[in-house]
């Protein structure tokens, strides 16, 4: 199994990216599905999660509003849209899938994802 994330990039603040996730391997339709990031020197931490069929969405608060995930099952890919990016969203940004259908954990902690993408660098200028 595979996650492949891409999208980073170097952005002014304000600005805007689109993050893919591409999974090969497995298909990942019937579970939920997140991104987190890691700044320099932080631990790793949630940013969104997304419904096995895209109904329901969770977000951090610190991106809240700004930010949408969303996923296209068909093509076995999930999303993570950035708008009015700030300086403090700059992190490397990863995303991660579970095992399997059911965790102990709450989706938005990290040890409830199994799998996890090489990550991609979002950088924004002030």
């Known amino acids: 199994v595979q996650l492949q994330a891409s999208g980073g990039g170097l952005v002014q603040t304000g600005g805007s990216l689109r993050l893919s996730c591409a999974a090969s391997?497995?298909?990942?339709?019937?579970?939920?599905l997140a991104w987190f990031r890691q700044a320099s020197g932080k631990e790793r931490e949630f940013v969104a999660h997304i419904s096995w069929n895209g109904a329901d969405q969770y977000y951090s608060a610190s991106v809240k509003g700004r930010f949408t995930i969303s996923r296209d099952n068909a093509k076995n890919t999930w999303y993570l849209e950035m708008n009015s990016l700030k300086p403090e969203d700059t992190a490397i940004y990863f995303c991660a899938a579970p095992s399997g259908y059911g965790s102990y954990y709450s989706a938005s902690e990290v040890r409830a994802y199994d799998y996890w993408g090489q990550g991609t660098l979002v950088t924004v200028s002030s």
């Open positions: 391997g497995r298909t990942f339709s019937g579970v939920t």
